[in-house]
């Protein structure tokens, strides 16, 4: 069988993906020294079995007994890969970074006929934007409202209680003072282990001695409640409010529910309601002061995943607003693997990106239906703070400062005008009537619209 059979089948096989018992015939061997030839050639890495053929893709990942199986030199599967690849890449028409823009406002739900409702799409926008910090003030104040339909913060309470969603501070502290500007990061909960698994390390900050004592004692009795710290420290409402945001803008302690947050900030500006106790809904815990390096390539591969379905386009550019994103370089490798499996594409999506560019097979359809869409002078505004704020980025121009106060307005994907404090600044060229209209706008108080 080696001398003469062995090099028939491996010549068979090296042109085209069969069954055993077809190369058997085609060769007129009997089935079993076909069979075992092919094994031989399989411990050598010389051929591959598995299901190729379009007949046979119901069975892919089958492990029932009976199921047919393919033989297939493995030269030539990797070709056929490559060249199925390629047709792939070649089939995509980049879009213009104004046509991404007006993807992007479709795709997280900030367009006002694509906004979510209730505590389901509350759930689906913490998905989204998982991991990335932006001031704490700023969630509540304009990124949330802005991808829902009356958006109610009850809603964000009952996710936190229930145990689906959880908040905290992962990038190292440059100031240790809690504010509404503290930057906090939202995802769900069951994620929440591998964001902190990626934090940056860093200095442990230097707390004061009762935040000292507020930690410590979490960390021996586990997650408590307002209530019992103050009868274990023996410590009045002001003075553990005080430690517990220094524990919180460290990046050393969390509560179950948001309320808590609020109310701390809320204390920060001191104009925390008489009934502040009661806001302190949920316990408090703490969080470890390093990373869990045992996690760091699961966490990885989970961070890929969520930048996907955040962006629906992937690309190294897009990394400039998450500081807390492992580097591209080791992305990459989570995308490479993905698109060999066959689960994302590859290919030039947007133009004027350079490097790799990876998407979501649902948001390529997406961004051909844009693409299609013809422009009708649509603004929409979001607060800089925005993970969509993308000016300077992915648009032309000047980067803006992510201030949650702040806010800029973009019309058919293109920024046109930013209010910045008091002021408001065009970023294209617009006539005196459109800047007074946009200003008009800008200064609303409500939540970003699209118009």
Not at 280 to 285: D, H
Request: charged share 25%.
């Amino acid at each position: 069988m080696d001398a003469i059979g062995r090099p028939r089948v491996q010549h068979e096989v090296a042109r085209i993906d069969l069954h055993a018992a077809a190369l058997a015939a085609l060769l007129g061997l009997p089935d079993g020294d076909v069979e075992d030839a092919l094994l031989a050639l399989e411990s050598e890495g010389v051929v591959l079995r598995g299901r190729f053929s379009p007949a046979l893709a119901a069975f892919r990942g089958s492990t029932e007994p009976g199921r047919p199986v393919e033989w297939c030199d493995r030269a030539l599967l990797a070709r056929i890969h490559r060249y199925t690849l390629n047709r792939l890449r070649a089939e995509i028409e980049p879009v213009s970074p104004a046509d991404f823009m007006r993807f992007l406002f479709k795709w997280q739900h900030v367009d006002r006929p694509s906004q979510l409702t209730g505590i389901d799409g509350l759930r689906e926008i913490v998905s989204l934007l998982g991991g990335f910090e932006l001031p704490a003030g700023a969630w509540e104040r304009s990124v949330l409202p802005a991808r829902m339909d009356r958006y109610d913060p009850s809603m964000l309470d009952m996710l936190c209680l229930a145990g689906e969603v959880a908040w905290a501070r992962l990038s190292p502290p440059k100031v240790l003072k809690l504010g509404s500007v503290t930057p906090v990061a939202l995802q769900l909960r069951d994620d929440a282990e591998l964001w902190q698994a990626l934090r940056v390390p860093a200095t442990p900050p230097a707390i004061s001695d009762d935040a000292h004592l507020v930690l410590d004692t979490l960390r021996l009795r586990g997650a408590s409640f307002f209530g019992d710290l103050e009868s274990v420290l023996q410590f009045d409402g002001a003075r553990l409010r005080h430690a517990l945001g220094l524990l919180v803008s460290a990046g050393l302690a969390v509560s179950d529910g948001f309320s808590g947050l609020r109310t701390l900030i809320a204390a920060s500006k001191g104009t925390i309601p008489a009934t502040g106790r009661r806001n302190f809904a949920g316990r408090w815990s703490a969080l470890a002061g390093e990373a869990n390096g045992e996690l760091r390539g699961v966490a990885v591969e989970r961070q890929a995943h969520v930048l996907l379905r955040r962006y629906g386009v992937m690309f190294r550019r897009l990394l400039t607003r998450e500081p807390n994103a492992a580097p591209w370089c080791e992305l990459t490798r989570v995308y490479r693997r993905l698109e060999a499996r066959g689960e994302i594409r590859g290919g030039r999506f947007v133009s004027g990106m350079a490097g790799e560019q990876y998407a979501l097979a649902d948001a390529v359809p997406v961004l051909r239906e844009v693409r299609r869409t013809p422009v009708d002078g649509r603004l929409t505004m979001i607060s800089t703070a925005d993970p969509l704020n993308l000016t300077g980025i992915v648009t032309a121009g000047e980067r803006l400062r992510a201030a949650g106060r702040n806010r800029v307005a973009y019309r058919d994907g293109q920024p046109v005008a930013v209010l910045e404090g008091e002021d408001v600044r065009p970023l294209a060229a617009i006539d005196h009537r459109e800047l007074v209209e946009l200003t008009r706008l800008l200064i609303r108080r409500r939540a970003p619209i699209s118009a």
